[in-house]
Every structure is written in C-alpha cells, then in structure tokens.
C-alpha cells in the first residue's frame, strides 16, 4: 500500500515567484495535515483538513500561504510570492481520523533564493 | 498556548544500553501520546502511541505515560547505533483534532 506521496522532492526557486507543493494521503484516510519543519521553530502545524473542509488553518504564517484539498485524494500547498524565509521542508500527513496516528509524507524540501 | 516539551539532546548511550527519552506536556487534558522517529534527512515515522496511564511494550520500545505527573517516556531497550536519529513526541487533546509536537530529543547511540 502506498504511503502518503508528496511532489516534488526539492524546489528551488526565486523571491517573488509562486510555489505549489502537492500531496496525495493514503487511500481511505479522511484527514490531511500541512507540517512545515526548521531547524529553529521545529514540527509546525500549518493547516488541517477533515473530509476535505479545511477545519483549522491558525498556523498559516500570512496570507502569502494557502491550502486547498478538491477531494479525497489531492491536496496543494501554495505559497505566493516566496520568501527566503520560507525554506523549510514541508510535510504532509493523514490520517484515517482526526486525532489518530498521523503518517508522514517524505516530505518537500524548499529553498528560496 | 499548548506546550510540549523535550530535552534536546544530544543523548548519548552506548550500544546494549537503555535509552530514556522524556516529554513533558502542559494541557491536562491531553488524552493521546505519540513517538516519531526521525532520520537526519527523512519523515517522521511513528513508533508508537499510548492512550492509557501505565507502560505499552512493543519490542524493544517502551512507552510510558503518568497523566497525573503530564510526564510521557519512551524507553529503548538494547540500544543500536540504528536507532541513532530525532525523537519527536507528540500529543493531542481531548478536544482538538492536531498535535503538538515537541522540539525532539536527538539520540546517538555509540557503538
């Protein structure tokens, strides 16, 4: 069974430019989760949905940063204009509900130059 | 404002021996605990989780929770140099729907 897929891997890219980071849960999982980790601030929650409702976005940094999840089996990361500040390695995860155990993605590593 | 909290580390034990990894968590009404391990460079992979005061075996991994002292440990018995990597624990009330997440013990376990 495939785990949860992020896409890319690594982006590189300019100040000022759009990234889109893309993520598919598993199968049959109803709850996806947007993590960003740095070496200062560690693991943060970013935004969470339930049943493809986004149920709690207070970790989005500003408003440079949105989520979307058009159904069960695709969800995107958007961040425009990137900042240098925004390199990170951003992960997703899913779980089957809400609340139990959470299964990471390899996650995306970003830099902004 | 949730808290959980981890010495950073690093932890170093010798290989055969135990390995205590600590978490402390502030909100009293946490219910669910979990342990990721993560590699230098890879995902946070579960380990294990615990719902209930006491210990939860699982091989050579042990989880403990006192609810009463907020106090959560995960105990490695037999240490490898494989188990070597960022422990991160996690914990989720019993109204929300997320974790929080601790900044991570970093564990080297010398050969």
Redesign the interface.
């Known amino acids: 069974d495939a785990g949860v897929i992020q896409s890319p891997r690594h982006e590189v890219t300019e100040m000022g430019q759009e990234v889109t980071l893309r993520c598919k849960p598993i199968s049959g999982h109803n709850s996806l989760f947007w993590y960003r980790q740095t070496m200062m601030r560690g693991l943060e929650l970013l935004i969470y949905f339930n049943n493809n409702v986004p149920i709690d976005d207070s970790g989005m940094p500003e408003d440079r940063f949105s989520a979307k999840m058009p159904n069960a089996s695709f969800s995107t990361l958007k961040i425009q204009p990137s900042e240098p500040r925004d390199s990170a390695v951003y992960f997703c995860a899913s779980s089957l509900y809400a609340g139990n155990e959470q299964y990471f993605g390899p996650g995306t590593r970003l830099t902004v130059t | 404002q949730k808290e959980v909290e981890q010495n950073s580390g690093p932890l170093s034990v010798p290989e055969g021996a135990i390995a205590s990894l600590n978490c402390t968590y502030s909100d009293r009404g946490s219910q ?1 605990f ?1 342990w ?1 391990r993560q590699y230098s460079g ?5 380990i294990m ?1 615990i719902y209930s005061n006491g210990d939860k075996e699982d091989g050579r991994f042990t989880a403990q929770l006192n609810k009463a002292s907020q106090y959560v440990s995960l105990l490695i018995r037999d240490s490898q140099p494989s188990d070597s990597a960022t422990y ?1 624990c ?1 914990v ?1 009330d019993n109204y ?9 013990t970093r564990l080297s376990v010398l050969p």
């Open positions: 669910s979990f990721y890879k995902s946070p992979e579960l989780f991160l996690a989720k929300g729907q997320n974790f929080v997440f601790g900044p991570g």
